[in-house]
């Protein structure tokens, strides 16, 4: 038996594999492991399915023919310097998976930008995380997601911003509507212009216009009290508030009732996580939202606490791992940037 890592969402499941005595492989979820404690869901569950050998390439093949290693390498390689002797290094482009180890980013990263000498390597995290980089970065400095699952069980209020958790990230979904069963006190709030299965366990559905989150989380900041963690920890935070002023919560075309009751919940619940997915990464203000989230987190002190904090959940299971290394267009590894300084020490090494 082995123990490994579920290749599919983000959540990063557990799991034990073995030979099923059948010429396949039996999978079992890991009890022992911290992101799912034994739970699966269909797709980790109907795991072993995805290993047959029929319709598989198994060996390389050049015009459909079988060839060696040697030769299909050379082949390869031949081609990328045809191209680059005629083109520049720019002419290269690889897109990469969500679904490689951090040491496979790296390799490629080492390749693509260190060797060839081109910036023109994108992941997934470009269609799924992009804005949550920029928004990290913009209000950290660094690509950071400070939280960890735990926070959710600990958390009085947990929101849901553009996430159906039911479905997108079914064993997290099950692990929050555990710990609201053992605690009935927890709040959950869903934020989402749809009605999800994820409302099901929401004690408040705000259905907003679709692309007014902004406008709603700016709402919330001038309703926030202020932590002393401001003057401490933070700057910015006079400008952020003038920008949120600048803001029209009536375009969100939501119920007065069901905002001040977010905003009173919100406002008076030390311990709370706010859970933000694609609905707010994959829209054309996606970076505006991550922040107009963060600053509410960062006014209230509300971060770097157990069961509280801004939590962006992404949708492939290494996502995170590929832009530690630099597996984003505009960024090198070890949280870098195309400054000139950076540059000079990525191609002295």
């Known amino acids: 038996m082995v123990r490994t890592t579920c290749p599919y969402c983000g959540v990063g499941c557990g799991i034990v594999a073995g030979p099923d005595g059948r010429g396949g492989a039996s999978i079992e979820g890991d009890k022992d492991h911290p992101a799912n404690r034994g739970r699966l869901c269909s797709k980790g569950a109907a795991l072993g399915e995805t290993l047959s050998l029929e319709d598989r390439l198994l060996y390389p093949e050049i015009d459909g023919r079988r060839v060696s290693w040697d030769t299909v390498l050379d082949k390869v390689a031949s081609g990328f310097r045809d191209v680059i002797a005629k083109h520049g290094p720019d002419a290269v482009a690889f897109y990469v998976s969500g679904q490689l180890l951090t040491e496979d980013y790296y390799a490629a990263n080492k390749l693509i930008k260190g060797f060839l000498g081109t910036a023109n390597i994108d992941t997934n995290s470009r269609l799924c995380m992009a804005s949550s980089v920029a928004g990290h970065k913009r209000a950290f400095g660094s ?128 311990k709370t996580v706010t859970l933000y997915s694609q609905g707010v990464n994959q829209s054309s203000a996606g970076t505006d939202k991550v922040n107009a989230i963060l600053n509410c987190h960062l006014l209230t002190g509300r971060i770097g606490r157990p069961g509280m904090g801004p939590f962006s959940i992404t949708g492939q299971p290494n996502a995170m791992g590929g832009r530690e290394v630099g597996a984003l267009s505009n960024t090198l590894a070890a949280q870098m940037d195309f400054a000139a300084a950076d540059v000079e020490r990525v191609g002295r090494f």
């Open 143 to 270: 690509d950071t997601v400070p939280g960890q699952y735990e926070d959710f069980e600990q958390a009085d209020l947990v929101v849901l911003v553009g996430s159906n958790l039911a479905w997108c990230h079914p064993v997290l979904f099950q692990r929050l509507e555990a710990a609201k069963r053992e605690r009935p006190q927890m709040k959950v709030v869903v934020i989402d212009p749809r009605h999800t299965d994820t409302c099901d366990i929401a004690d408040l559905h705000l259905a907003l216009a679709p692309g007014s989150d902004v406008a709603l989380f700016n709402a919330l900041l001038l309703h926030l009290p202020r932590s002393d963690f401001v003057d401490r920890h933070t700057s910015g935070a006079a400008a952020a508030l003038e920008a949120a002023r600048q803001s029209d919560v009536a375009q969100c075309e939501l119920p007065e009732k069901d905002l001040a009751t977010f905003f009173d919940w919100f406002s008076n619940t030390g």
